[in-house]
């Protein structure tokens, strides 16, 4: 048979009522589909879920929670402190045994439901403990089987190890539909939800969220609010970041200090520890600006983590104004954070990233510019100079 006489299944997608989760699903939950959502212990996990059930009860659709993890009670005061009072409709069952849950499912026939987490799951027919990679591959193929059978979109909660994999076997992310990574810290405001796994959608998309008194809040204005925080003190600059199909502006920050230590430290956080090797090794070779004695500390602030070559020039400007001790700002006046993107070659040349025109976009949007980035200037040299030529006409206007 040719694909093309393959009957055609339109998938209907069911909406979970948050829109930033929607949209990393790629529009939806696809029925008889399964999304692992992994994430830190306190991120925000079951917080997450039980708004999706929430709204997905509201809407009129069957849902059902499967408590692996909590007792219904403390279910139930997560479920309170969320807006409105769908959630405490939610049909909860508190169990780990395997069998149970399946049986459950298949006795409830549910549209859309939450297992917190795969992780806790416990099948009586294998010896490991819960969390073990056989038990864990168990509960989850078990757990798919009657999902397809009954057409029931399930989310699951899965744990993370110490450096953010999700725990337990790889086969895992390959049986599950969809893999969401549910990432920032605890005890920032922001935190970020991606798609790195998507069988019905692109995983370009990322979702940031507000955790408050009363759930967790989409952030539809960051680059706003990111803007109005960043500092204009030396070591900050704004950088024109592009989130999958967004754009959103951050604030990275750097700390050059005199270093004690051989060899000296290198602090990183929100950004990948080889980047900012190659930026502060390009930085060295190609701008004269030796770094060898010194502790560097960078930063993305708000918890925000960035993973695209775009970031490059802004780390570099970041460090240089942190080591040179000079703001860097753009606009006429030096009232606005200077604004950048771009990767950094090996050469110390600029290289484009994709979608300029977007990043620019959104600089204008709020008022930054001109933005220092690869259309304008070949290399990171002459990035520099426009950057400190600018800072330098700020301070004499
Ligand atoms: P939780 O969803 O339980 O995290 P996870 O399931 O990923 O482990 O909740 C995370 C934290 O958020 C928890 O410490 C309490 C806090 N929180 C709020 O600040 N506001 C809220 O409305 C809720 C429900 C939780
Ligand atoms: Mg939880």
Partial sequence: MTLGAVAAEGHHRLSTGVGELDAVLGGGLVPGSLVLIGGAPGIGKSTLTTMALANLEAAGHRTLYISAEE??????????????????????????????VCATLEAVRP??????????????????????????????AEVMRVAKQIGIAVLLVGHVTKDGALAGPRVLEHLVDCVLQFEGERERTYRTVRAVKNRFGSTNEVAVFEMRDDGLVEVLDASARFVAEATRAPGSVVLCSMEGSRPLLVEVQALVARSELVPPRRVVSGLDRNRVALVLAVLGRHAGIGLGASDVFVNVVGGVRVEEPGVDLALALAVASAARGVPLTGGGTGSVPLACFGELGLTGELRTVAHPDRRLGEAAKFGLGPVVEPGSCPTLRAALDAAFARARAAVAA
């Fill in 111 to 140: 549209e859309v439901c939450v297992i917190d987490s795969i992780q806790t799951l416990h099948a009586a027919s294998l010896s490991g403990a819960p969390g073990s990679v056989g038990q864990v591959r168990e509960a989850t």
């Fill in 71 to 100: 007792s219904a009670a403390q279910i139930r005061l997560r479920a309170e402190r969320l807006a409105g009072d769908a959630a405490l409709r939610i049909p909860v069952v508190a169990e780990t045994a395997l069998e149970v």
